[in-house]
Each structure stands twice: as C-alpha cells, then as structure tokens.
C-alpha cells in the first residue's frame, strides 16, 4: 500500500518528527524492493520468451525453416532478454516480491535450451510478417532497462498461450543440413531429376534432393523390402527423364506401372505431402509405348531368335552346368558352320534330334568333346521348356532394339514398358530375355563418352532373378555389358529388394543409390541389413536403424555429383508421381496397343525356312535314297532267288526228262524183246501176214497204255 503524499501547505514537521522520517525510510525500502522484485520478474519472463521461441526454432528448423540468430547483450550471458507477450504461462504472471511480501523468495532462474552446436535461436521462419516473440516483447515492455539484450528482427511463427517444451528434432544438426544441401546444390546449367526433400523429422523443402541428369548413365540401384514404394520411385524417375526427352525402358512386372500413360489423380492426401516436400505436383501423361515378351498380354510382341539369344543365355534359362553349356556352344557352331538358322526352340531340337541319330553320329563324332548322352540332356531340358510355354518367346520378325530409343514429336522421351504379368512363372526367361535386350543394345549402339543426357535408361526390375544360380561366365557377360555400355549412354538401374541381391563386382559399377526401407526379421535379415549399411559413405545417421524405420516413399540416397564424386547420404522422402499409381485400364491400353506403328512390324509371326525345315527336307532325302536302296536290294534279292528257283525247276525238269527217255528206250527195249519173242515164223505159216498178238503190241492204243503203265513203274509220269 503506498502511503499519501504530504501536504504542501502544512508545516515541514518531516524534519523533526522521528516517525515521519522512519515512515519514509520504510517507503524507500519497499519501493527499492518492488523495483528490484519487477526486474527479476521481467528477467523470467524473457527467459520464459525465449524458452518458447528456441522450442519454436527447434520445430522449425526440423520443417527446413532457417533460423536467425539473436546476439547476445547483457554482460555475461548468451541469452537476450525480453518480457513475454500477453497469454504466456500464467507461472511467469505470478506475484513477485513486493511491499505486501517483503520476505517473498526470488523467482528461481529458468535454465536456457540451446540447440547443439549452434547458438541460441530466438526465432524461426514463419508466415510473412509475422512479429517474433522478441518483438512482441519490446512492444508491452517499453521500460525494459538498456541492459537487457534486445532480440534483432526475425520472422517466426506465433507463439502459443504457453511456452511449449522444446520438441524432438531429427538426427542431423544445421551443419549437416547445410552440408547435405551444398552436395545437392549443382551448377545453374546442370540439368536434374528432383528424388525428393530431405526428411530431418519433418521435411526440409529448403534442401531438395536431385540428381544431375547426365549421371544417369552412370548407372544404379532401387531397392528396398516389398511395398516400400519401389514401382513409385521408378515411375517418378521414368517421368522425369520423359520430360527431358530421354527414352525409357522399363519392364512391368505387376502391370502397375501402366499407370504412367495416364493422368494422376489429385487427393487432399498427396497434395499434403507434396506441399511439405516443396513439389508443384499437377497431374501429366506420359507418352508410352507397351510392348509383351512373345505376344504374351497386351502389347506389340518382342521376340528372338535362338541365334540371337546366343548358347550363354539359353543355358542360363535352361539350368544347364558348366559342361552342357560348353556342349550347347558347340551345338550352335555346328548349326552356324553347316548354315543351319536357328530361330526357334523347333530348330535347336532338329539339329540335336539330327546329333543324336544314326546319320549324324559321324557329324557329332566330329565335334568333339560333345558326348551323345550330354545332346539327350540338352535335348530333353528343350522339350521340357518348350512344353512349358517359351517357345512362344523364340521366333521371327526378331525385335530391333532401336525401336526402344524414340522420342515422340514433341521432343518427350518414349517409355517403353515391356507387360510381363503373363510370363511372372518364368522369372529365369525373363530376367535373361531382358539381359538379352542389354546385350544386343550394346552391339548396336556408337560410342558417345560423356553426354549431356543419356540416350537410354534401362530399368532392369526384379534384378534378383537375373543373378540367381548364374554361372561365372553368364555374370561375367553382365559385368562387362555393365562396364562398358556406360560409354555408349545408356544407363542401367537394377531394381531389387536387398542390395546383396546383386553382385560386387556388378555393384561396383553403380553410381547412385536410392534404397527404400528394409525388414530385419530373421538373423540372415539383420546380417544383410548390416552388409547394407557397410556399402555406404559415413553420415550423420544411425543407418541401421534408419534403414528399418524408413517409411513408406522414404528412402535415403546418395548419388554421383556433376563431378563424378558421391554426395552426402540424405534420408529422403521422395515425390510423387503426376502419372496414376495404379494400372491404366485395359481398353486404354488395347487402344494404344492398336495404334502404335510398330504393330504391323512385329505383330504378325513369320516362319520361314530354317534348320528345322532344312534338316527335314535333309532327312526325307535321305529316308527316300535309304528307302530306294532297300527297294533294290530288295527286288536283288528277289531276283536271285528266282533265278535259283529257276535253276533248280530246270534241273528237276532236265533229269525228269533224262529220265523219261531212259524210260521210254528201256520201254522201247523191252518191247522190242516181246517182239522178238512172240514174233518168230513157223514151216507151218500160210501167209507173210502179222499175227494176232504183233497186231495187238502194234496198235496205238497198245502202244498207249504200254507207255503210261512203264511211266507209272519209273515214275516218270510226274511231270
């Protein structure tokens, strides 16, 4: 209570009266007590203020708002001092020591939160012209004595009716977000592709993750665990380098990619998201091209002839060992050496069914180090394949790979998406088909170095089948194709759940990273989550960890500078596609199917003549001149057993008649002995006549049964 003022006109008994003195010496007191009381108080309330505003910075510098720094002003300290603004903790509005409490304890000190590293943050980025906390302050404590620190300007965001407890902020401190910001700061003539904003707790749109386009062909690797959102970082890559005017190849196991041909479909969701990462998102198209392995689905087919796949691949398909695989490049010279096309699985099986026969024993003895059971393995793994459906796969008009680099006439870039839903049960034919494609794009294509931007980019999905029970030889083709296809600007990203999935040496050749999040559930998981972490550069993060609480279209990144050298690993949550995130539909699709040009080019199946044909017209030659030298021998054999049996009737037939005519002289003999016997003359005999009995002998009818009883007695009557 303050005591009333003297009255002016009253005698000054001030001087002489003892109470009035003490009166007043009391007054001063608790006058000087309530001033130094309001001081201490005012010193709360500042540090209360800038308790909320550095709990206010902290937030924002977690959403990528740069923070402003506030000088320090009072001697000895590192904190400036302001009086709070109406509404703050009502603890900070309490009672202070006065002339009504002159025993009343001190406010305790408030301890200052400090960000590590950095100085104290008095206030963050907020909504344009917004007053700070700080200058609220100045503005309700005018009187505020010169020695408290007076906070410079700052933008922030409004304070809340109670100083907030300083929040959680991510893994990085300013130094690492500066630094990861600067790695991904490229030339003003840099063209990139936008991955996403870098993720510390909250996104930092300020810190935005690219890539420089002409790295693209440098190669790399999406990975990460199923539903990680791999098909979406690779749908988003494909826009991109579409817009740019560079091609893209891409196969669609699921058929979900299909959704790039089609406008995106905005949602209060995604448009959240794409706000909090700094992406302008708007739904677009791409123009796409759909192609199906065989004819298989919906799509222009994309076939091979068996020559052209060559005996490496096919043997990858058909799981043969090191042995029959040597022995299937032999079987290939041979059809190469004697003009025998193999353009499908048939043709391969003629020239070994034609081996493995009598009229090719000699021809396979030739070969050598081919043995006949080794050509009945390679035989029946045909058969098996063929009966399984490849065969489809294997023919003419053979694919031209240079289809796949086109731009349509607005200067976009192609994409061509290769609809494998119906051959997912042939993972090793596809996985290889697509090696094949690799292949024969390194064959064809010019050296071209370093250029500004790729002319194709190769996304080889489900790359984990490609490796597996490869044979050295089959990856040390990949390697090479790898190596070397880089200078004739292609580019090559493997798309695979676990990096382990793919080769060292295969790995070794990638530049750029983006892998998704990974599950540890198993003890093989954790070890190939630690074999991960291990491939990477050393960073501000826990990446074991970070690895396996990545979230969905997360995915920490490194890739290779303008310069060729590895940027900092950045947690990143990535863009959203502008085309649709699930399959186009199907009449679409068949109407595009239908109106591409190079349906009439591919989409009728030719069967022309080839080994198949050749080795079958050979082989019906060869029955009909077997055939004809049988009939010869045949009719030979024949007439030489006529002849004998010709010359055994004429033997019989010569001694029946030696015989007849020994039958007929002794016959005649004996009848000439009768004759003589009953023929004799008597003195008695009247005339010359014959008798009776010599007219008997001498008839003809005598004669007659004479002979056919002598013919009877000799047996010469059979004939």
Known sequence: MTAAAPDPSAPDSTATDPAVAAAGAELARLRAEAEAAEAQLKAAQARAALAAAEAAAAKAKASGAPAKAIASGA????????????????????PTPSAAHPDAPAPTETPAVTTPGTTLVAATQGPAGAPTEAERTREQSPEQSPSATQPAPAESTPSSSQPSPPTETGPLTPQDIQKITLGYTFEASTSTLDLGALLNGDPVPSAQIRIPLGMMNRHGLVAGATGTGKTRTLQGLAEQLAAKGVPVFAA??????????????????????????????????????????????????????????????????????????SSLGLVFHYADANGLALVDLSDLRAVLTHLTSDEGKAELKELGGLSAATAGVILRELITFADAGADVFFGEPEFDVADFIRTAPDGRGIISLLEVPGVIDKPELFSTFLMYLLAELFEILPEVGDADKPKLVFFFDEAHLLFKDASKDFLSAIVQTVRLIRSKGVGVFFVT?????????????????????????????????RATVGTYPKSGYDLERVLQELGTGEAIVTVMSEKGAPTPVAWTRLRAPQGLMSPTPDPAIEAAVKASPLLAKYGTSIDR?????????????????????QAELAKAKADAEYSRQKAAIDKQQAAADKASAAAEKKAQQEYERLLKKTAGTTRTSRSPGKSPIEQILNSKSTQTILGGVIRGIFGTGRR
């Open 497 to 529: 759940q676990t990096p382990k999935d793919v080769p060292s040496d295969v790995l070794a050749q990638l530049g750029s990273r983006v892998q998704h999040a990974l599950r540890a559930f198993t003890p093989d998981d954790a070890k190939a989550l």
């Open 75 to 94: 001697p000895g300290t590192h904190a400036a001092s302001a009086t709070t603004a109406p509404g703050t903790h009502p603890a900070a509005q309490e």
């Open 252 to 325: 669609d196991i699921k058929g979900d990619l299909s959704g790039v041909a089609t406008p995106g479909e905005p949602s209060e969701k995604l448009l959240a998201r794409t706000r909090a990462i700094g992406q302008d998102w708007k739904p677009e198209a791409s123009v796409t091209e759909y192609f199906a392995l065989g004819g298989v689905g919906k799509g222009v087919p994309v076939r091979a002839t068996v020559s052209g796949f060559g005996p490496l691949l096919l043997s990858k398909v058909l799981g043969l060992n090191a042995t029959q695989e």
């Open 609 to 629: 003549e080839s080994a198949r044909e050749i080795l079958t017209a050979k082989m019906r030659a060869a029955d009909d001149a077997a055939a004809a030298e």
